[in-house]
């Protein structure tokens, strides 16, 4: 993988849209799954803390 | 535990719980997007590191108590309000034990994409750099995606 694909694909940025996306598109049919991806996102906005 | 403390929220309508759950949700986005007067509102924490010397004592145990202490709460700095949200929305929501932990999984998922993100960029001090520029844009998404997902989920 070439510097300027690495830095996309490792983009702070990317986990935030991921489980963004999927708790989107499985709330009508997984809303589990949805839940799971909250969790998520709210454990990832925890990035900038120690 | 948070679902154990839901059932005393059952009673109490679907609509008005998952009302409830948005509404927070909002002031939560509002709070991180730094909109006045929601910007200022505090989140509980006890705002004290892990000291460092805990890992160099015995570091097995050391880093399962770092780990302990960070994960629960017991001392961290809590930098975002998503996390309040969802425990809140697990309080209310009443939705099973499933969900509660597919949700705290989720939750330990997201904790874990950081280090695992930095590592696989290969340059950890420019990563840093990326991640601190994008933090407000993490945080408020956080809480934004969720405040939609609870908006479909209680529909």
Redesign the interface.
Known sequence: MNDAA??W?????????G??CV??VA??SW???????????????????? | MLWLFSGLFAPLPSDSRYGAILAIAVVAVLRDAGVAPFASIPLPQNRRQVPQDVLQRDLPRGAARFGFELGTGVRTFVSATAPYVVAVALLLANEGPLVALLTGLGFGLGRAATPLLRYASGAGEPWDERLRTRLRAITVSASGLSAVAFLVLAG
């Open positions: 690495r830095r694909a490792t983009d702070p940025l990317l986990p935030s849209l489980f963004g708790a989107l709330a009508a809303p589990v799954l949805t839940w799971a991806m909250i969790g998520g996102l709210a454990g990832y906005s925890l990035s900038g803390s120690v």
